[in-house]
């Protein structure tokens, strides 16, 4: 696993104007789930985990979140004015119709791609995301890496395994907008 601290010389705080960016719904039995594997591919590239909290930070304050930014809803405008505030790496969703939808809106908003992905994993060295996206109907699994930044996934969470909670961990919450 790579510190953010190799990434800035060994001193100083990781940068608020990068990381990784989840949305994740509080009523989605996966998302904790969702959230445990943004916060691997953020520590995996040594950078910031920022949660988007829909209906609550609860569930998501000891699943390693480094800033919690609750929401009601999906406010669009204001969850595209964070990411470009931000300048993420990633940008993950869940898998939910709505998710599909709200992670579609942003890519096109944003002028990049998105995917559907099953699994992702990360090429540590060009600092991007390989998103495994299922093909033929599900009976292929294929690589997909785009070259835009931010990457947008939305990615079906319900075949990970749900992250260990560390009740210690007191991330900086925030209301989105």
């Known amino acids: 696993m790579t510190n953010w601290l190799d990434f800035l010389g060994g001193a100083g705080e990781p940068p608020a104007a990068a990381g990784v960016i989840v949305v994740a719904r509080a009523a989605d039995a996966d998302a904790p789930k969702l959230v445990g594997k943004a916060r691997q591919l953020a520590s995996d590239i040594g950078t910031w985990l920022h949660c988007v909290?829909?209906?609550?930070?609860?569930?998501?304050?000891?699943?390693?979140?480094?800033?919690?930014?609750?929401?009601?809803?999906i406010e669009r405008d204001a969850l595209e004015g964070f990411v470009r505030a931000r300048g993420p790496e990633l940008v993950l969703f869940g898998a939910s119709a709505a998710d599909q939808v709200e992670a579609g809106w942003l890519a096109e908003r944003l002028g990049v791609a998105d995917a559907c992905a099953v699994d992702l994993d990360l090429d540590a060295a060009a600092r991007r995301v390989v998103q495994r996206v299922a093909a033929y109907g599900g009976r292929a699994v294929v690589d997909v890496v785009t070259d835009t930044r931010p990457q947008v996934v939305a990615l079906d969470a319900s075949r990970l395994t749900a992250p260990a909670e560390d009740p210690s961990r007191r991330p900086t919450i925030h209301r989105l907008g």
């Open 53 to 73: 909290a829909v209906g609550g930070a609860e569930p998501f304050a000891a699943l390693g979140c480094d800033e919690i930014h609750t929401a009601d809803g």
